[in-house]
T-cell receptor
Framework: GAVVSQHPSWVICKSGTSVKIECRSL??????MFWYRQFPKQSLMLMAT?????????EQGVEKDKFLINHASLTLSTLTVTSAHPEDSSFYIC????????????FGPGTRLTVL | GQQLNQSPQSMFIQEGEDVSMNCTSS?????WLWYKQDPGEGPVLLIA?????ELTSNGRLTAQFGITRKDSFLNISASIPSDVGIYFCAGPINTGNQFYFGTGTSLTVIP
């Protein structure tokens, strides 16, 4: 149980285009999901907290107009990188918060974004 | 974001050796988690710690939550090649449920 999927697993796009990444909790409902970004050989950096039915909460320094987050259902959150540029190339990972008392997070396999 | 400092940054060990790594923070954590990340994949939970002073094992892995709730260590006994990867500590600070990740320890096991 507690499986989180991401789609696509990797994507290459031209500079200026927008890319949508999906994060799904497959066998549980998640009112809260999180989006992380990871550059090569670096740690995961929390970008934003995605709450079902409400606006996402962004970490300091993360542009909300650049990284659009939609959490329209209890099993799906999407991250759209708008007008992507080469510096947006990174590994994007989502996680979904479990429903037990410990609020354990379950991570997706990540999406590798390369912007040419 | 909050800073969790891990040490060492990287380790190169012989197969069969024991490994120890730790994680410290200036903030109090009410939960402390250890994850392993293989290249190109998401983190996988290894051990979760919920109480100060708690010592928990998972196979060859043992982790302890510090009494002050500001530190933790992870030990791996009798390392094997598949232990290779990056190990992260993580957890929510006391005031919220946003997870922050440590700086990571890269482990290389030489057969």
């Amino acid at each position: 149980g507690a499986v989180v999927s991401q789609h696509p697993s990797w994507v290459i796009c031209k500079s200026g285009t927008s890319v949508k990444i999906e994060c799904r909790s497959l066998d549980f409902q998640a009112t809260t999901m999180f989006w992380y970004r990871q550059f090569p050989k670096q740690s995961l950096m929390l970008m934003a907290t995605s709450n079902e039915g409400s606006k996402a909460t962004y970490e300091q320094g993360v542009e909300k107009d650049k990284f659009l987050i939609n959490h329209a259902s209890l099993t799906l959150s999407t991250l759209t990188v708008t007008s992507a540029h080469p510096e947006d190339s990174s590994f994007y990972i989502c996680s979904a918060e479990g429903t037990d008392e410990y609020n354990e997070q379950f991570f997706g396999p990540g999406t590798r974004l390369t912007v040419l | 974001g909050q800073q969790l400092n891990q040490s060492p940054q990287s380790m190169f060990i012989q197969e069969g050796e024991d490994v120890s790594m730790n994680c410290t923070s200036s903030s109090i954590f009410n939960t402390w988690l250890w994850y392993k990340q293989d290249p190109g994949e998401g983190p996988v939970l290894l051990i979760a710690l919920y109480k100060a002073g708690e010592l928990t094992s998972n196979g060859r892995l043992t982790a302890q939550f510090g009494i002050t709730r500001k530190d933790s260590f992870l030990n791996i006994s009798a390392s094997i090649p598949s232990d290779v990867g990056i190990y992260f500590c993580a957890g929510p600070i006391n005031t919220g449920n946003q997870f922050y990740f440590g700086t990571g320890t890269s482990l290389t096991v030489i057969p």
